[in-house]
């Protein structure tokens, strides 16, 4: 048994009466404050408990559930059945997972694939199965990202990955086919910095994935049906410490800095204080705002060595396994990605780049960037590996490429931080 | 209302007015009813010590309560009670989860497990369609039986079956088809999207097969595929077998949690809650590089803790002397202005300080013409969180000193001057003995939040910077954010293990705190 919010909140309510009764019995005013403060818990809480009168309900953090309200309910009230899109704005995934467990969680979730490894472990959503036509209009990274142990567990919309932004008026190198070229243009601009990547002190893995795989690093090996495998741990091995050296004369030159973080590296573009920028989608508003030139393209490699993938992450519609309605929230699932009418409707409202061929299709002559990171994410980025063994690299990894850009050794470095990784595989 | 106070003449003769009575009433049937209400679902949770807890409660308010008698425990009750949900409880519940695997992965029991691997396994036969779905029914829509309509859509041909049947090719003439879906059939009601929705677990349980090894699988309220559970469960084995491959899967003791595991070593995902015993904290004390870095972290917790206090007081006290003086004008003016870091909310000026202390965009260093690597480099980095968390906690150490410092009397002041004591003596001597007798517990109680000072650390430095072969304690980490890490850092959320070591890291705080009473006691003498 465990203490969760349900019983929680039944407890903050008998709190107040037995503190009502203690007053009365007493002859003060106080249980008004005891009551108020308990009905403001409540009050708060009530975002986070499912809406009791939806025929469906949906869970999402706020940009999307923003963008999706509107076509939910159009598509509820074609369906003759309401629909509350609720937002749940801080911890969704584990949020989600413990409402579910609990019996009072949403029929619907909307979140990241990398979800997928734990809320698998956690029992926490079931499998879906479309239907050919609309397998086939999904690029091949959408239905690759949902798909764990060989079966489908979401519905994939909306697809991030990263590039490499140039701003035109510090480079007439527009799109550096190598690193190489990209530092020696980008010294040549005399800017503050060459490339805005963020590292941060404590490492992002996320954003040095593409120097990572251009160096010949990989993550996790793969079984021969195509799945990883967590035991064959590729942080450590030959191809990952070429990389760390490539890394570690990158961070020799100033070329990668600690100093660059998440917080400063978008700002640093946009201040014209570097040439290029290493970022996704989400900074292209930004971008625009602040009035730049510029250009989107891939993210180049090490000259001689493999091709820079960074990777995508795939934004996907869940069904819940103990949701009270499973049958329309199977039926909506599907029906997102039937044809375009929903997935539209929310790129209207949040632009995020589509995994669907005819909505990118559609999207080509109003919005090239959108394309371009749709692109880009299907022909050369690869998904993030969903296995919850991937929660054990972030932190060593990212960690041990901070360190490598700060002036550590990178061979041993990078070793460190494979064994450290398998430890925690294998505990 | 309140028969307990307005009578001053004793107990055995108070009355009872009609409004102390209504009031009564009206909680104890309030009471009653939160206890009405909460049972069954307490009930249906099966948490049966919070039922305890409900019933119990419930009994002490009408034994206490209802009569006149027991007027000492009607006071002290609600504090028990509130002691008791709030505080024991948790301390419990923590206890019990140590001894858990309780966590990602670990959070049902295995039969939910079980049905999960086999449900979760159900796999489209190749080439077979998407079927467009009807469900009817010859009884009522929510006894059943029902039967299923399927329209292949690629070749408009009806097949239809109920529960424990083989499907069958439909008459044309028997059943009508509008839009690619089954509207009517002979003898059959049709049930709505509604009634599907709140039958579905019926529904989606019946079993049409197609051929030997293929049955129909209901999807939502529109579609039903082909396909077949690749996983089948044998209760008398204990064992879950992959019909594709052949491969069983046995439970298996792996780490400290068991798990479906086949002849080669993988193990299936799902796994379930489970006693664990001494597991955790086997864990805990076993790992000695975990143990060397909880201590490192222990140690620079206390500097932390100890130091942001002695700093903030130090800054806070000596500003509220300074505009404690009568000669200083704009007094106002400066105390508000003194107040805004504890105006601005901490969650946003730590995200903003760490910016500043950017080595190579940040203001500090670029006004100042420094190349210092605050964030970087272990040591500079614990000076900007200190420096950081006493900018953020003066003003309160100001606000409390300034409060103290106007209630202790002018009088001793003067007297110490006639006695040709001189402002430094008067200062050291007088006023900050007397202001740290009333300020002392507020120290101790700063010393203890800062102890456990999360934001500060994990919004400023995120624990960083990490030597080489720092995986789990950064150079700034304490150790609530060492535990955090530990406990939802890596391989998700582990409230097993934390809790074994939230358990231990109790123990340690309760016995500062301890030895700090003991300490302050000391001051009350002054007085």
Aim: aromatic content about 10%.
């Amino acid at each position: 048994m465990s203490l969760n919010r349900r019983s929680f909140l039944s407890f903050t309510a008998i709190a107040a009466t037995l503190s009502a009764a203690a007053a009365c019995s007493g002859g003060t005013d106080a249980p008004e404050t005891a009551t108020a403060d308990s009905t403001e818990a409540m009050a708060s809480d009530d975002s986070v408990m499912r809406d009791p009168d939806a025929d469906l309900v949906i869970w999402a953090d706020e940009k999307k559930a923003n963008s999706l309200r509107e076509a939910a309910i159009t598509w509820g009230k074609a369906q003759g059945i309401t629909v509350a899109v609720q937002v749940v704005a801080n911890e969704l995934q584990s949020t989600f997972i413990t409402a579910n467990q609990a019996g009072n969680g949403p029929d619907v979730v909307l979140g990241a694939h990398d979800w997928i490894g734990n809320l698998v472990q956690n029992n926490s959503v079931s499998p879906v199965t479309l239907s050919e036509a609309a397998k086939s209009n999904i690029v091949e990274v959408g239905i690759n990202a949902v798909t764990y142990d060989g079966q489908m567990y979401g519905v994939p919309y909306a697809v991030e990955t990263l590039a490499l932004f140039v701003n035109k008026g510090l480079t007439s190198v527009t799109a550096p086919t190598t690193i190489e070229e990209l530092v020696a243009a980008g010294q040549a601009a005399g800017t503050e910095a060459v490339l805005s990547l963020p590292v941060g002190e404590s490492g992002d893995a996320y954003h040095m994935q593409p120097l990572y795989t251009s160096g010949g690093g990989y993550l996790f090996g793969k079984n021969a049906d195509g799945s990883l495998n967590p035991q064959d741990v590729g942080v450590g091995a030959e191809g990952s410490l070429a990389s760390a050296a490539k890394i570690g004369e990158l961070g020799t030159q100033g070329v990668l800095r600690t100093s660059i973080t998440g917080d400063n590296a978008i700002s640093l573009f946009t201040e014209g204080k570097a040439p290029y920028l290493v970022s996704g989608p989400w900074a292209l508003a930004d971008i625009v705002n602040a009035g730049i030139d510029y250009t989107v393209s891939q993210i180049p490699g090490f000259e001689g060595l493999n091709t820079a993938r960074p990777f995508a992450g795939v934004n996907a519609f869940y069904v819940a396994s103990k949701g009270k309605n499973a049958a329309f929230a199977q039926t909506f699932v599907t029906d997102v990605v039937k044809d375009t009418t929903i997935t539209r409707a929310m790129f209207d409202l949040n632009q995020l780049p589509p995994v669907q061929k005819d909505l990118t299709e559609e999207l080509k002559a109003d919005y090239p960037d959108m394309v371009t990171f749709a692109t880009l994410a299907s022909e050369h980025a690869d998904p993030m590996p969903s296995i919850p063994e991937m929660s054990e690299i972030w932190g060593p990894l990212g960690k041990a490429e901070a360190n490598i850009v700060g002036g550590s050794d990178p061979a041993t470095t990078m070793t460190s931080a494979g064994d450290e990784i398998k430890s925690a595989i294998a505990g | 209302m309140s028969s307990a106070l307005t009578n001053v003449s004793g107990p055995t003769e108070r009355t009872s007015t009609i409004r102390s009575l209504l009031g009564r009433v009206l909680v104890l049937g309030a009471a009653l009813s939160v206890a009405i209400y909460l049972v069954p679902l307490l009930i249906q949770f099966q948490m049966w010590m919070w039922l305890a807890v409900v019933v119990l409660a419930t009994l002490a308010i009408f034994a206490l309560y209802s009569t006149k008698r027991f007027v000492p425990a009607k006071y002290v009750f609600p504090g028990t009670f509130f002691l008791a949900v709030f505080l024991i409880i948790p301390i419990v519940l923590t206890v019990q989860t140590a001894f858990t695997n309780f966590g990602d992965g670990f959070r049902g029991t295995k039969e939910e497990a079980i049905t999960a691997i086999t449900n979760n396994s159900v796999q489209q036969t190749a080439d077979s369609p998407i079927y467009n779905l009807t469900v009817a029914t010859t009884g009522s829509p929510d006894e059943g039986p029902y039967s299923l309509f399927l329209v292949n859509p690629e070749t408009n041909e009806v097949l239809y079956g109920a529960d424990g049947e083989t499907v069958r090719k439909a008459k044309p003439g028997d059943v009508t088809v509008t839009d690619g879906f089954v509207t009517a059939a002979e003898g059959y009601s049709i049930l709505t999207p509604q009634e599907v929705n709140s039958n579905y677990e019926a529904i989606s349980a019946l079993t049409l097969s197609v051929s030997e090894n293929s049955a129909i699988k209901v999807q939502g309220v529109r579609n039903a595929f082909e396909g077949t559970k690749t996983m089948v469960y044998d209760e008398a084995t204990d064992t879950i077998t992959d019909t594709a491959t052949g491969n069983t899967y046995t439970v298996q003791k792996i780490g400290k949690s068991e798990y479906f595991v086949d002849a080669n070593g993988n193990r299936l995902a799902q796994s379930w809650l489970q006693n664990v015993g001494l597991a955790n904290f086997k864990e805990l004390f076993t790992n000695t590089s975990l143990l060397k870095q909880l201590g490192g972290a222990f140690t620079w917790t206390l500097v932390f803790a100890g130091g942001s206090m002695l700093l903030t007081f130090l800054v806070g006290y000596f500003l509220a002397l300074t505009l404690n003086d009568d000669r200083v004008r704009g007094k106002k003016f400066y105390r508000s202005f003194l107040l805004l870091p504890y105006a601005v909310p901490g969650f946003i000026s730590l995200l903003i300080w760490s910016n500043f202390y950017n080595r190579d965009f940040g203001l500090i260093n670029n006004a100042l013409h420094l190349s210092i690597n605050w964030l970087g480099d272990p040591t500079w980095a614990k000076v900007a969180v200190l420096l950081t968390n006493t900018w953020m906690g003066f003003p309160y150490m100001f606000i409390v000193c300034t409060g103290a410092l106007q209630s202790i009397s002018g009088d001793l002041k003067e007297a110490a001057r006639i006695d040709g004591a001189n402002g430094w003596q008067t200062t050291t001597r007088i006023t900050t003995p007397l202001l740290l007798v009333s300020v002392a517990p507020l120290l101790v109680s700063t010393f203890a939040f800062n102890f456990n000072n999360f934001n500060a650390i994990q919004l400023l430095t995120r624990g960083g910077p990490f030597g080489e072969g720092e995986y789990i304690r950064g150079g700034t980490d304490i150790l609530i954010s060492v535990v955090y890490r530990i406990a939802f850092g890596g391989s998700g959320a582990d409230y097993g293990f934390a809790s074994a070591v939230s358990v231990i890291l109790f123990v340690i705080t309760g016995a500062l705190a301890a030895i700090q009473f003991r300490a302050t006691r000391a001051l009350e003498d002054v007085n």
